[in-house]
Nanobody, 124 residues
Framework: QVQLVESGGGLVQAGGSLRLSCAAS????????VGWFRQASGKEREFVSA????????YYADSVKGRFTIFRDNAKNTVDLRMNSLKPEDTAVYYC?????????????????WGPGTQVTVSS
């Protein structure tokens, strides 16, 4: 299986920015669609963003559209989530995931591999 590890989380003031990175290893990175999900305390894991295998398709949740950008670099085996204008409601553990499905899936049950997550906390 592919291994995924997130980094870049931390504490940031509302209105600030963070860049999360996910490093993949073990299998051919370009064989997978990739996505970012987040899970706030006591809530379900929810979709944030996804990119298809070729990056021909990128999707965003309405709550982050215009503020977050997904960027995958198949040459580096990484996928970044660039987050701007952060809000307290963005506070969550953020996970990267890989899927063998076509397109850019938005459902957590469509992903096969998951990283351990990285905490993002946005203070007001």
């Amino acid at each position: 299986q592919v291994q995924l590890v997130e980094s870049g989380g931390g504490l940031v003031q509302a209105g600030g920015s963070l860049r999360l990175s996910c490093a993949a290893s073990g299998r051919t990175f370009s064989s997978y669609a990739v996505g970012w999900f987040r899970q706030a305390s006591g809530k379900e894991r929810e979709f944030v963003s996804a990119a298809s295998r070729s990056s021909a398709r990128t999707y965003y949740a309405d709550s982050v559209k215009g503020r977050f950008t997904i960027f995958r670099d198949n040459a580096k085996n990484t996928v970044d989530l660039r987050m701007n204008s952060l809000k307290p409601e963005d506070t969550a553990v953020y996970y990267c995931a890989a899927s063998i499905r076509n397109g850019a899936p938005a459902g957590k049950d469509e992903y096969n591999y998951w990283g351990p997550g990285t905490q993002v906390t946005v203070s007001s």
